[in-house]
């Protein structure tokens, strides 16, 4: 299994432009999250799903959208980018909750810049 | 809201001496508390978690002790070596709305001396 998976791994992005940030895993977890990790900071959710075609804000969901069409795949999508949005951003998902099922397994990070 | 207090930020040890770090969580239902371990830019991983009907868990070196009461859980790192070096965050499960996610702590940045 290749577990989480994110692309791209560095992006550059200018003020007002757009972009996905890719995000699928191969472990058929039912949950899966977004988090952003700003420098020298904890990690912050962003938005959650706990099945496809069901999505939930967390705690700083301003300037972001999500969407879970299948089971694997979860992108996370800044339509404005802006240079709060600079950050490390970390995809995790989990098989569920419950004994043996909560653990979130965590993604390799994508770290996007805004300038 | 919900929130996990995380001490200390920074922790400087000689190696081969003990760390100890300490959460305190608010919302009396959590009842999964996980340890992450992120190594200087990687991802965090899972190393020990603990659940509320236990109130200590070991393995090897590393140990984590709950206590439901005074809602506090802690990260013991015994024999330490330099690659324990890392910055180490403990989480809580909280449940709103009837959905299940985790609060994270703000992270301790453990540094193993030669």
């Known amino acids: 299994n290749a577990g989480v998976t994110q692309t791209p791994k560095f992006r550059i992005l200018k003020i007002g432009q757009s972009m996905t940030l890719q995000c699928a895993q191969d472990?058929?977890?039912?949950?899966m999250y977004w988090y952003r990790q700003d420098p020298g900071m904890g990690l912050k959710l962003i938005y959650y799903?706990?099945?496809?075609?069901?999505?939930d804000k967390g705690e700083v969901p301003n300037g972001y959208n999500v969407s879970r069409s299948t089971t694997e795949d979860f992108p996370l999508r800044l339509e404005l980018a802006a240079p709060s949005q600079t950050s490390v951003y970390f995809c995790?998902?989990?098989?569920?909750?419950?004994?043996?099922?909560?653990?979130?397994?965590f993604g390799p990070g994508t770290r996007l810049t805004v300038l | 809201g919900e929130n996990v207090e995380q001490h200390p930020s920074t922790l400087s040890v000689q190696e081969g001496d003990s760390a100890v770090i300490k959460c305190t969580y608010s919302d009396s239902a959590s009842n999964y508390f996980p340890w992450y371990k992120q190594e200087l830019g990687k991802r965090p991983q899972l190393i020990i978690d603990i659940r509320s009907n236990v109130g200590e868990k070991k393995d090897q070196r590393i140990a984590v002790t709950l206590n439901k009461t005074a809602k506090h859980f802690s990260l013991h790192i015994t024999e330490t070596q330099p690659e324990d070096s890392a910055v180490y965050f403990c989480a809580a499960s909280i449940t709103t709305s009837g959905t299940y996610k985790y609060i994270f702590g703000t992270g301790t940045r453990l540094k193993v001396l030669a």
């Open positions: 799903s706990v099945g496809a075609g069901i999505t």
């Open positions: 472990m058929n977890h039912n949950y």
């Open positions: 995790a998902s989990s098989y569920g909750r419950g004994v043996h099922t909560d653990t979130q397994y």
